[in-house]
């Protein structure tokens, strides 16, 4: 008689086999009809699935994060029999699950045109109407290599040959549609009723340049039609606050395809951003005890070797250049330079925690169809940090870095921040049992000293140790990864590091990468999205115009804004033979946070009136007045509330 336990610590008997659906049934007809999967000993199944006696038994709702991925997943099948019921020349390849949505590659002898994705989402909604039960087949993996080919279907019968010969496959049918997939899926079509294709773009074939172009079809999906309606409500604003589109529009950064892309140029109002936020990590880091490095842009390929970069990250290199017969490589990390400096002498047990932080530029590979802004770039600076310290001062120096990285994150408007802790992988890792869990312990307990939540991500870590990771919400609620500090008993071992201890011996010093930006260009991305490019006045490239009513107050107007330009602000005045009301609106669409309207009376008297860029008139004040307004304002790096 098959036992089944539940979440809730209680069990059920049941006379008979049954499956996760008879569960779900068995608990209450509402949660069968919400149930779109289950888990049974902790394995994500099909409805359909039978359960095996003495199992654990959850059923998994569209409201659970695991049952939303199944919705996604699902409607990108769904995505797939749509096109081949509209397209049948068009052969389907691959379908994954992506953040807030899926995609799914076709091969088709033309790009699908926005007219096509109206036609396929009508048609989709049609199928999803006609409720058609999705089945789960096992078969064999040679008959499902001729089924596929014999279908026309070349690419599923590529992927499929890539699996071993004794292992079986599983295929999914929806009415007459059948796509290789290890599921789960929902029981049928009936259950996806919240989606929207957003965009087609090209694909390579796996990634490769080499391969044919597919058609890639974008699309999101949830739970029900009123989180879709919030999520293109946000997709709506976040156009609007397109970086790309901002940072052309504010003259801040350009990408030139003359010198190829994903390479990053700063022009002098990008460039003055870029400087202020420079300034404030370095003064917060001297705060915290950190030195300064400058390491070279190449070293020697034998350097990548011992790291192992070249080993485990040869794809993200670029090729070496020859150097006198020699190979040397641009540099795609700071660490082992950080690494290089601490084994320059031998370091005493006194010497340790030693911190070092560098703004160091990188260069990485990618495909040209991944860049994207200055969110996905070939080269980029990243605020590096490298600790290295003895294991008795791991989890002081742990809490050292997540006070700094919340502090620096807060400073910049982002206090709603998550962290994720990620343990050791199953499949490969290095180092000891012991070494782990005592490097696990004390990131937890760094976390749980401070009273932060966190969320645990099992087998999440780098192969060389466990990390955290800050996850911050931008405005528009949308989540970004900037920030990571992760252990490493990688290269202290690669490199032979080593400290003379306390009694005279030699130990190992335990090193913590570190960085809170990120990437200085990627952070900047994010701002300028976060801010709707309205940056806080201690930001903003110029933070106040002095506009003259008429030419008669053009002096005047120079004249003030060599004061704000003295007083250490950026400042401008716009002489242009233009109306004011043409002024004003103009530099509220810049952004500027402070416009200094000056006419006759406010020259009679050395006054300015203040105009904020949200429309609020501050009214007239002495020059120095305002000064002292702006430089409180900037020196307490004041975060405006409108956005």
Not at 290 to 301: N, S, W
Not at 473 to 498: H, K, M, Y
Not at 620 to 643: C, P, Y
Request: with cysteine; net charge negative; glycine share 8%.
């Amino acid at each position: 008689m098959p036992s089944v336990s539940l979440p809730d610590g209680s069990k059920k008997e049941f006379e008979k086999p049954v499956t996760v659906g008879d569960v779900a049934a068995d608990i209450g007809p509402g949660l069968a009809k919400a149930a779109v999967a289950g888990k049974v000993n902790g394995r994500l199944v099909d409805l359909s699935a039978p359960i095996p006696d003495n199992a654990e038994v959850a059923i998994i709702t569209a409201d659970d994060e695991e049952g939303l991925e199944v919705i996604r997943h699902s409607t990108a099948h769904l995505l797939a029999e749509a096109v081949k019921e509209l397209f049948p020349e068009a052969q389907v390849t691959i379908g994954p699950v992506v953040e807030n949505g899926f995609y799914y590659d076709f091969a088709y002898d033309r790009p699908f045109t926005p007219e096509d994705l109206e036609a396929i989402e009508e048609k989709m909604a049609e199928i999803a109407e006609r409720d058609e039960p999705v089945r789960r087949e096992v078969w064999d993996r040679d008959e499902a290599i001729r089924f596929f080919r014999d279908e026309g279907e070349v690419y599923k019968a590529e992927i499929i040959g890539e699996i071993p010969d004794n292992e079986d496959v599983s295929v999914y049918w929806q009415g007459d549609f059948v796509d290789l997939c290890r599921g789960p899926h929902v029981p049928s079509t009936g259950k996806l009723k919240a989606f929207k294709l957003t965009k087609v773009s090209g694909a390579y074939w796996r990634g490769d340049a080499r391969n044919e172009m597919l058609q890639r079809v974008y699309g999101t999906a949830w739970s029900d039609r009123k989180a879709l309606k919030r999520y293109l409500k946000q997709l709506e604003e976040a156009e609007k606050r397109d970086h790309r589109r901002l940072g052309q529009q504010l003259d801040l950064f350009s990408i030139q395809e003359d010198a190829g892309g994903g390479l990053v140029f700063w022009h002098p109002k990008g460039a003055r951003i870029r400087r202020r936020i420079e300034e404030y990590w370095r003064t917060e880091h001297e705060r915290a005890g950190y030195e300064f490095l400058y390491t070279p842009h190449v070293a020697d390929y034998d350097l990548w070797q011992t790291s192992g970069h070249a080993d485990f990250y040869n794809d993200s290199m670029y090729p070496a250049m020859e150097v006198e017969g020699h190979p040397f490589e641009i540099k795609p990390m700071n660490c082992p330079f950080h690494v290089l400096v601490y084994k320059d002498q031998l370091r005493s047990y006194r010497e340790l925690p030693i911190r070092w932080a560098e703004l160091g530029t990188v260069y990485r590979y990618e495909m040209s169809g991944a860049l994207h802004g200055l969110m996905r770039v070939r080269g980029f600076t990243q605020d590096d940090a490298h600790i290295f310290c003895r294991e008795d001062q791991l989890e002081a120096e742990i809490g050292g870095v997540l006070e700094l990285t919340l502090r620096v994150l807060n400073t910049f408007g982002f206090e709603d921040v998550d962290l994720f802790l990620s343990t050791r992988p199953e499949e490969k890792s290095v180092g000891s049992d012991e070494i782990w869990d005592k490097a696990t312990n004390a990131l937890r307990g760094a976390i749980e000293s401070r009273g932060l939540d966190y969320h645990l991500d099992e087998g999440g870590g780098a192969f060389y140790g466990p990390k955290i990771d800050f996850k911050i919400r931008d405005a528009i609620g949308r989540q970004w990864q900037c920030s990571t500090v992760q252990l490493d008993f990688n290269l202290p071992e690669r490199f032979d590091l080593e400290y003379v201890d306390e009694s005279s011996g030699r130990s190992r010093p335990i090193m913590i990468h570190r960085a809170i930006f990120g990437s200085l260009e990627r952070f900047f991305g994010v701002l300028i999205e976060h801010y709707a490019g309205k940056f806080p006045a201690w930001l903003a490239p110029v933070q106040a115009q002095v506009l003259p009513i008429t030419d008669h107050q053009a002096d005047y107007a120079a004249e003030v804004a060599n004061k704000l330009k003295n007083a250490g602000f950026w400042a401008e005045a716009d002489l242009r033979n233009e109306k004011v009301g043409f002024k004003i609106r103009q530099h509220t669409m810049d952004k500027v946070p402070y416009m200094l309207v000056v006419g006759d009376q406010e020259m009679e008297s050395g006054q300015v009136s203040v105009r904020h860029r949200s429309g609020e008139d501050l009214g007239a004040m002495d020059v120095g007045t305002f000064i002292d307004r702006l430089r409180t304002e900037v020196d307490n790096k004041q975060i405006e509330s409108e956005g």
